[in-house]
């Protein structure tokens, strides 16, 4: 059931919203809590944290809109905002958006958009605690470890676990944030944090959604792997999904003028996976090696921004089902000969 907070001091609202959604409000698919203002409404967000949702007017008494905006920002950055006002000016919209407003819709009310838009806001909300779910389960959040866990890692079991590793055949992307390095050599720390934060969340979203898992972060680049069946397909879909969605990010966030691309390099074959590190600083990655993930990083290393980037043998294999050019020969770092490159179109 989806948890909505109504932030608006028209308290005839409150009767209208329940009348439109009473299906959904008897069905227990929504379940509404209003406010009368900002301070109100996050008031209420503190008694009730599971909050998916705020729809909230931009004038009302003691705190607007606006103001509850970057304070939902702060505090409940999961939580999703829809503003829902007369002021329908592209300064307000403007405004709103800036401050992290997910949707705007003006008044008077078509609650058949309503409808939509709340519909597609709690998706979002849905992907996203997936998203964090699949990193927690990527073991990227996993470095905090209770007592158990720190007594396993010492005993006989964890020794012999670090020894059962496996060859398999998997398909491994990486994907880079192109001339990130100059915002972050600009910029102040907690900017550069945010967005690429922003940017690595778009990724991974497209990345789970085709079944592909997060091995790890490196510094504004993304390495995921792929197993199963159809790897190789789904990593190449996640691509152009990533692709996609970056290219309609817009080009300033943060209050920095950036426009987002990113270069990727795709491999698939034979790799070794198993938990890599060190067991002394109880400290290990579960991840692959080998020289079909260098080729892939080498890949990624020759496309330009914007490009996919795959060798002929993966050409080979995928040529029937994806548009693929033909870029050329390319020397890669530690290769000896040359190799022949493709560039996945669509």
């Known amino acids: 059931m989806a948890k909505i907070l109504v932030a608006d001091d028209e308290t005839d609202l409150e009767m209208l919203i329940k009348q439109k959604f009473r299906q959904k409000i008897r069905e227990q698919q929504y379940e509404f809590i209003f406010a009368v203002n900002g301070n109100d409404a996050l008031d209420k967000i503190v008694q009730h944290p599971d909050i998916d949702i705020v729809l909230s007017d ?28 007369a002021y329908g000016d592209m300064e307000n919209i403007r405004t709103a958006m800036n401050r992290g407003a ?3 819709i003006t008044k008077p009310i078509n609650f058949e958009d309503l409808s939509l838009t709340m519909e ?26 209770d007592e158990t866990v720190l007594n396993f890692m010492g005993s006989r079991e964890f020794e012999t676990s ?87 990010l817009p080009a300033s966030s943060e209050n920095v003028s950036f426009t987002p691309k990113v270069s990727i390099g795709i491999n698939s074959g034979e790799m070794i996976s198993g ?55 390319v020397n890669l770092k530690n290769k000896s000969n040359p190799m022949i490159i493709y560039e996945v179109m669509d």
């Open 58 to 85: 931009i004038n009302m008494p003691e705190m607007d809109g606006l103001t509850l905006l970057s304070r939902l920002s702060e505090s409940s950055p999961l939580i999703k905002s829809v503003i829902v006002s």
């Open 162 to 248: 670090l020894m059962l590793n496996e060859t398999v055949e998997a398909t491994v992307v990486f994907i880079d944030i192109c001339s990130f390095t100059s915002i972050s050599e600009n910029e102040s720390p907690d900017t550069v944090v945010k967005l690429l934060n922003k940017y690595f969340d778009v990724m991974v979203k497209e990345i789970i959604a085709q079944g592909g898992y997060i091995d790890k972060f490196i510094g504004d680049a993304i390495m995921a792997v792929f197993r199963g069946n159809y790897h190789l397909d789904r990593a190449i879909d996640a691509s152009l999904a990533v692709r996609t969605q970056i290219d309609r």
């Open 275 to 329: 938990n890599i590190g060190s067991a002394n600083l109880r400290r290990l990655d579960y991840t692959v090696i080998g020289d079909a993930v260098n080729i892939a990083q080498r890949l990624q290393s020759a496309a330009k921004e914007g490009q996919i980037i795959i060798n002929e043998g993966t050409y080979e294999k995928v040529k029937e089902s994806f548009n693929c050019r033909k870029v050329g020969e």
């Open 102 to 104: 997910f949707d705007f």
């Open 120 to 145: 597609k806001t709690i998706r979002h909300v849905v992907h996203i605690r997936e998203t964090l779910k699949a990193i927690k389960e990527n073991n990227i959040l996993k470095m905090y470890v």
